[in-house]
Structure formats: C-alpha cells, structure tokens
C-alpha cells in the first residue's frame, strides 16, 4: 500500500515536471524571440558628463521591430543645454519601448574659452563682419587663441542668427560658444551680380534644323551647351532657386559669387528633346519658360524632370497685338484677361514663382497683371545683371547666341574680376 502510494507521489511529481516543463518552453521561446526582435539599444554610455560650454552629439540608439531595422523610427526627447550646469535626460522610444540616457553638464569649461564685447548685435547684410575678439586657454594656462574657429555662415541672409566660436584642446575637449547677432536687410552692398541667362532653342550638331539661322540667333548647339555646364560645375557654380533671387534682390539673402540662373523661353521641342537630356547628363538645374496653349500640360507631364522647373511664358500672350517694344499682345490687354491668361498659365506650369514677359515687352499694366497673378519674379529680355535693389518683376538677363564660344559665355557669367567686356544684345 504504502509502496503505492510512494508510485502515485512520483508520478504526480513528474507530471508536474512535465506540465511546467511543457510550459515553461513556449514562455522561454516567446522570450528569445521577443529579445532578438523587439530591442531598443543605445549607442554610447547611458550616462555623460559634460563640461560647460562643450558640444554635445548625440549618439543616438538603434531598433529592432519585428525583426525588422526601426532605427529610423526611434523618437528622441529632452534636450541637453550645455551652457547650464544641471543633469539633462534623452529619452529614446519606439513601439513601446523606451530607454533614458543621463548627460550631466558641469560648472567648468575645459578648455576656457571667453568673448571679448557684446554677445548680442545688430548688423547689415553684406556688411564686412568686424569681431570684438576673443581668448582660449587649455587647462594648463596654454594659449589656445589662434586655434579657435569661427562660423560667420549664418551672416548670409536677414534675420537672427548666431556666429559661433569653437575651439579644441590637444585632449579632444571642445568648447563653443557664440554671439546672438541680428541681420538686418540691405540692398546697399557690393556684389557682382546674379546673372541670369537667356536660352531658347537646342540642336544636335549632327542634325541641324532647317531654321537654324531664322530663329534670331537663338539656338545653341548641344555639345555647346554640354560644354558650358560642363565648365560651370567645374567651377563650382551655385543655382539659386526663384525663392533665393527674390530674396537676394529684396537685400534678404546673400548668394556666392559664383551664382548663375539658366532659362529657356518657349518651351520648344528642340528643347524638351535635345535640351532637357543635356540638363540631366551635366545635373544642372534650369527653368523653362513655357507658352502653356501649346500643349502645355503634357508637356509638362511628359518631360517632368527634377532638373527641370516649368513656370509661365503666359498661356495666350505670346502673340502680336500690342503696340509696346516687339508689339506682343500682354501690353494691349485689360488687366483682368491678363491676369485670367496668367493665372490659367501658372495652373498648368504648376508653379508661379516666376515669369518671362512675351517678347520681353512690358508697360505699367503688364508690372500690374504679374504682381497681382502673385509671382515673386520676372525677366525681361534687357541685358545685364540682376541686383539686390532691382525691381523683382523687371529682372534683366544676359542673353545665349548661336555659335558663341565658351569664352563669350564665361564673359558673360564670371563675376567681373574675371571676365573681360562681351557684348549684349536685345532679342526676343
């Protein structure tokens, strides 16, 4: 009896074995599984100490979410001011699960960095930037002045900014500090200038159109044009956006010397064929001016390109009628229909940030139509640069001929230390 009952007592015992077992082992798995799926890390120490005025990086932290990378997906928290002494938290989240980094901010800087004069100031765009100066001592007393680098980026267009000062001891510590400096618009400045040039018609050497010498001179070559963005990247040319030329003629922004803005009027097959290939075989950036009746919305949908801005050459206007310059319609037209034309056009470019006036032909009214259609530029067919100050709505541009060298265009580009006369001439 009691021998059975000693049976029954290990029976139960190993049933109890097996069933936490039997348990136990999906619970084990559901762990594993979770671990190497779901994991939130961070990259760094959980806790940082500071010194004061240092520059804190952020680290950051990686993820797992189903197996799948979610680093992308981690949301950070907190802040960490290290021009005050305290202890900072960075919180880092992601599909419920959060981890906390500690960074605590001392009351010493190393090395020791201080500015001489004001930290808050008011300046001119444009206007030469004159320091107050400053001083820089590593821990030892050694003159770390003349290592101390200085950020004046933000100088660059109106409105507030901060000029930094940073410097590094032979430890890798870093200390920066910066002064609070408002920039105030100007149009009164020197600057070279913003060329914009004016292209029409592009053609294969190879196979040269019937009109090539009826169109005014406007066409240019593709290997020409290859050639011209070829140097222009080499020189390391910047294209500002409409956005930037508004803001540089409203004395808002300064743009580098090197600025040049590239369009083509009409909107013409030569162009879109031949042209738009050689934009995106050199990665320049341009606009076309387009007459929006001639098929206007497909070709914008046909030869939408990243390099490629379409904006308003009017839908209808590109026609005679006027008895203003080349005698185009849009100074003859009641403002209404204009802006209505305008309107109509800027719809199907899908942009209305710039225009080109038809014909380069313009009175008061027409100024009037574009200003109130909302477009923040436009160009007329006057040769020159354009400059802070200008009227944003009469820009000039520098006009592309046939068969012009390399040197014609560079003279016409270059800022004017660099290039040598060049004439211009008037077209449509």
Not at 32 to 37: G, K, L
Request: with cysteine.
């Amino acid at each position: 009896m009691a021998s059975k009952k000693r049976n029954n007592t290990k029976l139960l015992l190993i049933a109890v074995i097996l069933l936490a077992f039997i348990t136990a082992l999906p619970i084990a798995y559901l762990f594993m599984f979770y671990s190497e799926n779901y994991t939130l890390e961070l990259t760094g120490p959980e806790e940082m100490t500071l010194n004061l005025n240092s520059v804190y990086e952020e680290p950051g932290a990686t993820a797992k979410v189903s197996g799948r990378d979610a680093t992308g997906d981690i949301a950070v928290s907190g802040e960490v001011d290290t021009h005050t002494p305290g202890t900072y938290e960075i919180t880092y989240s992601v599909d419920n699960m959060s981890k906390v980094r500690t960074v605590k901010v001392g009351s010493t800087m190393d090395p020791v960095l201080e500015l001489k004069g004001k930290t808050d100031i008011k300046t001119k765009l444009g206007e030469k930037w004159e320091d107050k100066g400053f001083t820089a001592t590593d821990d030892d007393g050694t003159d770390l002045t003349d290592q101390v680098k200085v950020d004046t980026s933000g100088l660059n267009k109106a409105g507030k900014c901060e000029v930094t000062y940073t410097v590094k001891d032979p430890s890798g510590n870093v200390t920066r500090l910066s002064r609070n400096v408002e920039v105030e618009a100007n149009t009164n400045y020197d600057t070279p200038g913003l060329p914009i040039c004016m292209f029409h018609y592009v053609y294969d050497e190879n196979d040269p159109p019937e009109d090539l010498h009826k169109r005014y001179g406007n066409y240019i070559s593709a290997q020409a044009l290859e050639e011209e963005l070829n140097w222009l990247v080499s020189e390391n040319y910047y294209f500002p956006t409409w956005d930037e030329v508004r803001a540089y003629i409203d004395g808002e922004l300064l743009l580098p010397d090197k600025s040049v803005v590239l369009t083509f009027d009409d909107g013409a097959m030569s162009f879109l064929d031949v042209g738009i290939p050689v934009l995106e075989k050199c990665k320049t950036p341009a606009t076309s001016f387009l007459i929006t009746k001639n098929k206007g919305a497909e070709k914008v949908q046909k030869y939408a390109s990243k390099y490629v801005d379409y904006e308003s050459h009017s839908h209808d206007m590109h026609r005679s009628g006027g008895n203003v310059g080349h005698g185009g319609i849009f100074t003859a037209l009641p403002t209404d229909q204009a802006v209505a034309d305008l309107k109509k056009s800027i719809e199907i470019c899908g942009s209305g940030k710039a225009f080109a006036y038809p014909f380069g032909d313009y009175n008061e009214a027409t100024h009037a139509a574009i200003e109130e259609a909302g477009f923040k530029c436009a160009v007329t067919t006057q040769p020159g640069k354009a400059r802070p100050g200008d009227d944003p709505l009469l820009l000039p541009r520098q006009r592309m001929v046939l068969d012009q060298t390399l040197q014609y265009f560079q003279n016409k580009v270059q800022p004017p230390q660099s290039a040598t006369p060049a004439a211009d001439t008037q077209t449509e």
